[in-house]
């Protein structure tokens, strides 16, 4: 069984400032996919960032960098001078075979 | 591309009803997921196709469900008969490679009264 555990339900942030928002899974695969998806108000899903398993290296998208601990099985997102645009619902997903299996999410509030 | 297309955005029905959602996929891709998303339960997988195929419906809840793809630009998602218990967002996500993820469409929330 796949598992996606995000243990922050809610998070608060000031602008300009970082913030990590934490995720750890759980999967029996040795090749598989992590991503991050973004859900502002609007309630469209957002592509983050993606990391694949076999890759040692942290994917870095602008602003967004992980945290890829694949023996810990944790998968960080840090969000760099964070904007007022960020305030959205962060999700961590895992896809070891065919369907994304989502985290319950962090709601992140980006404050001036 | 225009993307992942669903209609209708808004949905709002009585208990009993029929409700049927749409999605468009991107053009190329092999890969249809509808997926529900409530507080509760958070992001559900429903249905899984594959070049037209469903793969796995497991996660369709109830008979009262159906979901077709009669070909590679077309799904819909049916409840017939419609209980408040359904209301949710509904989600249609395309993908042609796994490592690229999922393209969601913009969702249809469907309110049962």
């Known amino acids: 069984a796949q598992t996606v555990t995000q243990s922050q339900p809610e998070m608060s942030v000031q602008e300009a400032e970082t913030v990590t928002l934490s995720c750890t899974y759980d999967t029996s695969e040795s090749n598989y996919y992590l991503f991050w998806y973004k859900q502002p108000p609007s309630r469209q899903m957002i592509l983050v960032i993606r990391q694949e398993a076999y890759k040692q290296q942290n994917a870095t998208e602008n602003r967004f960098s992980v945290n890829f601990q694949k023996a810990a099985k944790s998968f960080s997102l840090k969000i760099s001078d964070s904007q007022l645009g960020d305030t959205a619902m962060y999700f961590c997903a895992l896809n070891s075979g065919y369907a994304l299996n989502f985290g319950k999410g962090t709601s992140l509030l980006v404050t001036p | 591309d225009a993307g992942v297309i669903q209609s209708p955005r808004h949905e709002v029905t009585e208990m009993g009803q029929e409700v049927t959602l749409r999605c468009k996929p991107i053009s190329g891709h092999n890969s249809l997921f509808w997926y529900r998303q409530t507080m509760m339960r958070g992001l559900e997988l429903l249905i899984y196709?594959?070049?037209?195929?469903?793969?796995?419906d497991s996660g369709m809840p109830e008979d009262r469900f159906s979901a077709k793809m009669p070909n590679a630009s077309f799904s819909t998602l049916k409840i017939q008969p419609s209980e408040p218990r359904d209301s949710a967002v509904y989600f249609c996500?395309?993908?042609?490679?796994?490592?690229?993820?999922?393209?969601f469409g913009s969702g249809t929330r469907l309110t049962v009264v």
């Open positions: 196709f594959n070049n037209n195929v469903p793969i796995d």
């Open positions: 996500a395309s993908s042609n490679r796994d490592i690229e993820g999922y393209t």
